[in-house]
T-cell receptor, first 116, second 117 residues
Framework: AQSVAQPEDQVNVAEGNPLTVKCTYS??????LFWYVQYPNRGLQFLLK??????LVKGSYGFEAEFNKSQTSFHLKKPSALVSDSALYFC??????????????FGGGTRVLVKP | DTGVSQNPRHKITKRGQNVTFRCDPI?????LYWYRQTLGQGPEFLTY????????KSRLLSDRFSAERPKGSFSTLEIQRTEQGDSAMYLC???????????????FGPGTRLTVL
């Protein structure tokens, strides 16, 4: 079965400092990995995904993520955080093999608080 | 261009009542997914459609839940005899799947928040 772990419930960072949100995964095959962001009372907004190719993926709003197969990680990063980045971030995995590939399995989420 | 829309945005009901939610996907998308998100948790998969066919249902989807996508466009999710444990945010997502495998990106609607009293 596929699973995702986001080890930090909350990340606090000062505006202008680098932001990292951690994610590790477990799947039986090569994973498809996704990051979404959720603002209060809103649905999930897609940020970026890794399917294959370059391990460093660039996405929306200046975010990027690095796929590390040996560490089974897909950490989300932003070089300089903004107050408006304060939100709930979800990592998700999809196993492309078999029926499990038809759904996303999400982590528990990490709340990011960027202080001015 | 509009994204995924869901109605109603909020629903308050009494235990034992039936409720129905609607999801309108992005127009050219052939897949439609339903997820449930409880407070402080990530979304959990409920079911999905490829065009009008319901191809998979999670074990979370009890017999009281039914979903339809009659013409391969909008979808409805009905909960019969609601229970307090059904209180959650119900999220709909849609995607365009090609023959290249499950690399599609799911785009989510704003969700319907259900409160069962």
């Amino acid at each position: 079965a596929q699973s995702v772990a986001q080890p930090e419930d909350q990340v606090n960072v000062a505006e202008g400092n680098p932001l990292t949100v951690k994610c590790t995964y477990s799947v039986s095959g090569n994973p498809y990995l996704f990051w979404y962001v959720q603002y209060p009372n809103r649905g999930l907004q897609f940020l970026l995904k890794y399917i294959t190719g370059d391990n460093l993926v660039k996405g929306s709003y200046g975010f990027e993520a690095e796929f590390n197969k040996s560490q089974t990680s897909f950490h989300l990063k932003k070089p300089s955080a903004l107050v408006s980045d304060s939100a709930l971030y979800f990592c998700a995995v999809r196993d492309p093999v078999g029926a499990a590939g038809n759904k996303l399995t999400f982590g528990g989420g990490t709340r990011v608080l960027v202080k001015p | 261009d509009t994204g995924v829309s869901q109605n109603p945005r909020h629903k308050i009901t009494k235990r034992g009542q039936n409720v129905t939610f609607r999801c309108d996907p992005i127009s050219e998308h052939n897949r439609l997914y339903w997820y449930r998100q409880t407070l402080g948790q990530g979304p959990e998969f409920l079911t999905y459609f490829q065009n009008e066919a319901q191809l998979e249902k999670s074990r979370l989807l009890s017999d009281r839940f039914s979903a339809e996508r009659p013409k391969g466009s909008f979808s409805t999710l009905e909960i019969q005899r609601t229970e307090q444990g059904d209180s959650a945010m119900y999220l709909c997502a849609s995607s365009l799947v090609s023959s290249g495998g499950p690399t599609d990106t799911q785009y989510f609607g704003p969700g319907t928040r259900l409160t069962v009293l």
